[in-house]
């Protein structure tokens, strides 16, 4: 086992620009490497910690049991409840899109439930905004644009009665 070096706290400014831009170069494991050398040294840093929630959701395609658990457990470090309630609302609207894009049976209701849950955080996240934040509004209306397009995302029917068999 390796044991990990130290980034040094001068190098913080710096290390965050760069897991940003790893992640725009869609390299999410490095950016995620990133935000835990920073969150080392600089535990209470707010940018790297949202940093690292989204690139563990830039993830979720490969691995999302794993990564949204991870995701999910970063939340309490936020310092806000909107931040809290946002971010999650992004995870769930993340997980969504991975549910639809795989397809399959049943992958339209899925979808939906997660979908739902994004809107549900996303509106509580719109009570607690900072005045001039709507951040929260795009990403429902977001949410919301998807559900009114894709007629395969919908809610699970609730069947109760049995197949007839002959």
């Given amino acids: 086992m390796y044991e990990l070096k130290r980034l040094h706290r001068d190098a913080v400014p710096a290390a965050l620009e760069k897991a940003r831009r790893y992640r725009l170069l869609n390299e999410a494991l490095e950016a995620e490497s990133i935000c835990l050398d920073i969150l080392a040294v600089d535990p209470d840093n707010a940018e790297a910690l949202v940093d690292l929630v989204l690139a563990l959701s830039d993830q979720f395609e490969r691995k999302l049991g794993e990564k949204f658990e991870q995701a999910l457990a970063l939340l309490p470090r936020f310092r806000s409840e909107y931040e809290r309630l946002y971010y ?73 009665s049995a197949p007839m068999l002959e």
């Fill in 88 to 160: 999650e609302g992004i995870l769930c609207e993340r997980r969504a899109k991975v549910s639809l894009g795989q397809g399959g049976p049943g992958s339209g209701s899925v979808a939906y439930t997660w979908f739902r849950q994004a809107m549900e955080r996303f509106e509580a996240a719109e009570a607690l905004r900072p005045e001039g934040n709507d951040d929260a509004i795009l990403r429902w209306n977001t949410c919301a644009r998807i559900l009114n397009r894709n007629a395969l995302v919908v809610p699970a029917h609730e069947d109760d």
